[in-house]
């Protein structure tokens, strides 16, 4: 088999956790797989690094921010490329610029345009493991690109689909995606499988196992991922196979691939939410317009949105969530537009929490919802504002309830471990 | 005019160090001259990159220690374009790689072939600071490599050539060469002036302003090289203008453009140095070559060779210096040519200092060497050894004696301060 395997910041933090991170790939060569490896830096060190620009200068210019910062996961390549070197297993490190693996200008947040990978394939066909730095490209001007926090997933999904990988194995922190927080759900289980829809949601909504951009590119390119964890024992894990049983971590694949079919496969919350409401706004055509338009300028993205006829039946409430990071700036938005908007008040509110409900098997069976309504009612849960989409329902409520709606939901759809 | 200036570890050791190294390129930028940077690594970073390779295979493959350590200047020189960019001033980072500053395959001690400077040519011509990453390039086989400890010295002064540059000045964290080490002689004097000549036997006697390989680099391209101090108050000081005069630290240039001719520039000592004495060894053809070939073949610098007949007319001593470091592998090659050599003991010493008078005035001045040696005579200070060369005479003493012959020296060949 041909295998990418991407180790994250903790799985690379000194050199030991580097060391036993190649012990992995060590596993995987003795077996006779191919392999390419992406690393990240050490943990905490591109904080260091993005600390030391916004000292130098809090509006850097992103092209010697994606200098300065991308130096990190030149380090751990080279050293990650002399411990297998160490280990008697042939390695060289390919910087972003050497594969090339070129991506737009858009320093900072750049996007992977093509990787030219002949020479890496090369060399990797001939026996050397190829060590890629993460998370860095190089613009069509030969300047040095990131693609963002968690870039080194989307240069690991990437690297997978340039060489035409059999999977690409991410190693992090832990093993698995689990059904929800196991920090509220003691007994959450890991997800053998889940589609790249669900992951989609499950990584947006809060579970940052995955850069989200990564599973976008994985799904896009049919990229089989399995994250799991670099702190398991590499001695008594098994090498990659042909076939599809796994034992350990997630697989991240088709829908088609999935071997169980739950209709729900697992609850996530997102804190980071902020609910404003416009109260008592007039009942006309183009209101919702005089709201939204401005906030859309601004570039804030407006996620669920509520519009109550209010008593006297001449007016209205609008209730609406953005990030939370985006609400001082949103209120701002809207009482400068007050003259067209003429709201009698405008309220912000951050105690909220998005709790989500993730399933491809919601698509075949109805009254999900009305079941998820339901059991939240019971709990005497109010819910303050609904969306949603083909493979989920998202509902907002007050923070203080976050831990009874997870656990509520996790239970009534079958997800505790028996 | 067009300058390269070139700041060194210390002067570029946090932000606030670099802030104040920008403020002597704004004050060239702010008179008109053009400008390209070249910067060492944060004071102590590559130290730590380097043990980093160390831990993790102490027989590091030399490529991806230079991938590594490289990293460090990557670092400085994107920081140094964003604080000059934060003063106003048009500037961006070049890699090695990018520029491109092309080397042999030599890696951690790789020569610079050549350096393609059009592009950044016209970067510094439009009126933009180029900031480049000192001690890095880049291999034919596009691999990234560096130039050893210094390098950055020799990165500033091969840029200054490929550019034509008016003048290369080295900002450090002393204020110019000195006509001796002033923790041991208070009254040294800074040098306005010293030939490339004086200045490589300056720096290879263990003055460590410059890396030697820059001076010689200087001297085959005929670069104007200033040493001077990054820790000046950078609004004080005046801007680079055509002309001779220098008030700030020491211009390093050809012996015609000297001002003022000294028979003696400088007193410089080396302390790591160790004395062999190989005793009663035939005197016949061939025994010399006995001892030399071997340690020839081990790749071990004999330096100064003193020989004296011995007592008995039949039997000769011979004594000569290696550098301390090399001393026990020294001793172990002739032991083990005993059967050759035949002598009836070996000894190593290591408690001794390489005392040397350097001035390219010796040259048309007899009787230095005579004055020299008198003047240590009368101080009872015994000569173990002595190597000369046109323009410096070196004695071997007892480290015990390094201050009261530097001293010595130092007052005989008038470089007190008046």
Same mark, same amino acid.
């Given at each position: 088999?041909?295998?990418?395997?991407?180790?994250?910041?903790?799985?690379?933090?000194?050199?030991?956790?580097?060391?036993?991170?190649?012990?992995?790939?060590?596993?995987?060569?003795?077996?006779?797989?191919?392999?390419?490896?992406?690393?990240?830096?050490?943990?905490?060190?591109?904080?260091?690094?993005?600390?030391?620009?916004?000292?130098?200068?809090?509006?850097?210019?992103?092209?010697?921010?994606?200098?300065?910062?991308?130096?990190?996961?030149?380090?751990?390549?080279?050293?990650?490329?002399?411990?297998?070197?160490?280990?008697?297993?042939?390695?060289?490190?390919?910087?972003?610029?050497?594969?090339?693996?070129?991506?737009?200008?858009?320093?900072?947040?750049?996007?992977?345009?093509?990787?030219?990978?002949?020479?890496?394939?090369?060399?990797?066909?001939?026996?050397?493991?190829?060590?890629?730095?993460?998370?860095?490209?190089?613009?069509?001007?030969?300047?040095?690109?990131?693609?963002?926090?968690?870039?080194?997933?989307?240069?690991?999904?990437?690297?997978?689909?340039?060489?035409?990988?059999?999977?690409?194995?991410?190693?992090?922190?832990?093993?698995?995606?689990?059904?929800?927080?196991?920090?509220?759900?003691?007994?959450?289980?890991?997800?053998?499988?889940?589609?790249?829809?669900?992951?989609?949601?499950?990584?947006?909504?809060?579970?940052?196992?995955?850069?989200?951009?990564?599973?976008?590119?994985?799904?896009?390119?049919?990229?089989?991922?399995?994250?799991?964890?670099?702190?398991?024992?590499?001695?008594?894990?098994?090498?990659?196979?042909?076939?599809?049983?796994?034992?350990?971590?997630?697989?991240?694949?088709?829908?088609?691939?999935?071997?169980?079919?739950?209709?729900?496969?697992?609850?996530?919350?997102?804190?980071?939410?902020?609910?404003?409401?416009?109260?008592?706004?007039?009942?006309?055509? $183009? /209101? &919702? +317009?005089?709201? *939204?338009?401005? =906030? !859309?300028?601004?570039? @804030? #993205?407006?996620?669920? %949105?509520?519009?109550?006829?209010?008593?006297?039946?001449?007016?209205?409430?609008?209730?609406?969530?953005?990030?939370?990071?985006?609400?001082?700036?949103?209120?701002?938005?809207?009482?400068?537009?007050?003259?067209?908007?003429?709201?009698?008040?405008?309220?912000?509110?951050?105690?909220?929490?998005?709790?989500?409900?993730?399933?491809?098997?919601?698509?075949?069976?109805? $009254? /999900? &919802? +009305?079941?998820? *309504?339901?059991? =939240? !009612?019971?709990?005497? @849960? #109010?819910?303050?504002? %609904?969306?949603?989409?083909?493979?989920?329902?998202?509902?907002?409520?007050?923070?203080?309830?976050?831990?009874?709606?997870?656990?509520?939901?996790?239970?009534?759809?079958?997800?505790?471990?028996?």
């Amino acid at each position: 088999m041909l295998l990418v395997m991407k180790f994250g910041g903790t799985s690379v933090a000194d050199i030991e956790r580097i060391r036993n991170s190649a012990q992995h790939v060590k596993r995987e060569v003795d077996a006779g797989n191919r392999v390419a490896v992406a690393v990240s830096a050490m943990a905490g060190h591109t904080n260091q690094l993005v600390s030391w620009t916004r000292e130098a200068f809090p509006e850097y210019d992103p092209r010697e921010y994606d200098a300065v910062v991308s130096s990190g996961e030149q380090i751990t390549a080279g050293l990650m490329a002399i411990i297998l070197q160490s280990m008697g297993i042939p390695a060289r490190s390919w910087q972003g610029w050497q594969i090339p693996l070129v991506t737009d200008a858009s320093h900072g947040v750049a996007r992977i345009d093509r990787i030219d990978g002949q020479a890496m394939l090369e060399s990797v066909n001939g026996g050397e493991v190829a060590v890629v730095a993460g998370f860095q490209g190089v613009s069509p001007g030969n300047r040095i690109t990131t693609l963002g926090r968690g870039g080194s997933d989307t240069t690991a999904v990437a690297l997978a689909a340039a060489l035409n990988a059999d999977r690409c194995d991410i190693y992090t922190d832990v093993d698995g995606v689990y059904t929800t927080d196991p920090r509220i759900v003691p007994g959450a289980r890991r997800l053998p499988r889940i589609s790249y829809e669900e992951m989609l949601e499950m990584a947006s909504l809060g579970a940052k196992v995955l850069q989200t951009r990564s599973v976008e590119l994985a799904m896009a390119r049919g990229v089989r991922v399995q994250v799991r964890s670099s702190f398991d024992n590499p001695d008594v894990c098994e090498p990659a196979r042909a076939g599809l049983a796994e034992k350990r971590g997630t697989l991240v694949c088709d829908e088609t691939d999935m071997l169980e079919h739950h209709v729900v496969s697992g609850i996530a919350y997102a804190k980071d939410e902020a609910k404003i409401m416009v109260l008592k706004i007039e009942d006309k055509p $183009g /209101v &919702a +317009a005089s709201i *939204f338009m401005p =906030l !859309a300028d601004a570039n @804030i #993205n407006v996620d669920m %949105i509520v519009q109550n006829l209010s008593e006297d039946g001449r007016t209205t409430d609008l209730t609406f969530t953005v990030a939370a990071g985006e609400l001082p700036r949103a209120l701002q938005v809207l009482r400068d537009r007050q003259d067209d908007i003429r709201f009698s008040e405008l309220r912000g509110d951050t105690d909220v929490v998005k709790v989500s409900v993730i399933g491809v098997g919601m698509r075949s069976h109805a $009254g /999900v &919802a +009305a079941k998820m *309504f339901h059991a =939240l !009612a019971e709990k005497q @849960i #109010n819910i303050q504002a %609904i969306s949603t989409s083909e493979i989920k329902i998202s509902v907002l409520v007050s923070a203080a309830h976050t831990e009874a709606a997870v656990r509520t939901l996790h239970s009534l759809f079958g997800l505790d471990q028996s």
